[in-house]
């Protein structure tokens, strides 16, 4: 049982060792880039790709994250989010989240369990809403916008969040095709110790009310499902 037990311990601790030293090898440091009017025009030219009125016209948006864990119906026009997850159920006012509903079982809860749930609702709808929509986030308030040559000689948009959302500071590279169209982002982020991961923009759905949006993200071997999006008008 002690010989199992040491080779356990061993086979563990290679595999935390092999993690460090894959973290260091891959980590990458945030890149420089110049700001102004060039990488505003970058950033116009991605959204241009985009159709991204179709998408400011769009007033409903609807999907899930992490395989349906977390599930979103979101009314643009009123500022207001179902999310539903496990057995809870919020209808999160954004503008102003003390007014949101909750449900827990169809049931109502008291004062206490309501504000952790409409936080982790917050949260959530940052995190998840992001990876639909973050092309479309890049004039939001707080954020700044950069041009950054890439190795291969390419321009690439780097969108820095420096307020707003859960986590400012965080940074992300837009890699684009020639005519402005985004396929991926690398991410300096704080939950993520490692810098410079990758994903995948490229599998885009056109919705019916034509905005363009993502079906999934590939980072690494993981495969992220947005699940069945849609974007529509009354």
Request: hydrophobic content about 40%; glycine content about 10%; aromatic content about 10%.
């Amino acid at each position: 049982m002690k010989m199992i037990l040491k080779i356990t311990g061993l086979f563990i601790g290679i595999l935390l060792l092999s993690g460090v030293v894959w973290g260091f090898l891959a980590h990458e440091p945030l890149p420089s880039g110049a700001t102004g009017s060039e990488a505003d025009a970058l950033a116009q030219k991605m959204l241009d790709a985009l159709d991204h009125e179709k998408y400011a016209d769009t007033r409903f948006l609807h999907w899930s994250y992490r395989a349906g864990a977390n599930e979103y119906e979101w009314d643009r026009a009123k500022g207001v989010c179902l999310v539903k997850w496990d057995d809870n159920e919020v209808h999160l006012d954004l503008t102003n989240a003390s007014a949101s509903e909750v449900k827990v079982n169809g049931l109502s809860v008291t004062a206490t369990e309501q504000m952790e749930l409409v936080q982790d609702a917050v949260k959530m709808f940052n995190n998840d809403s992001f990876w639909l929509v973050a092309p479309y986030k890049v004039f939001d308030v707080g954020t700044q916008r950069s041009i950054v040559a890439l190795e291969d000689g390419a321009k690439g948009l780097m969108v820095t969040y420096t307020s707003g959302g859960s986590t400012p500071g965080d940074s992300y590279l837009w890699l684009l095709e020639d005519n402005g169209r985004p396929y991926a982002f690398k991410m300096w982020v704080k939950i993520i110790p490692v810098g410079g991961v990758r994903a995948s923009w490229s599998d885009w759905v056109t919705t019916s009310s034509g905005a363009q949006l993502p079906k999934s993200h590939k980072i690494g071997p993981i495969t992220l499902s947005m699940g069945d999006v849609k974007g529509f008008n009354p």
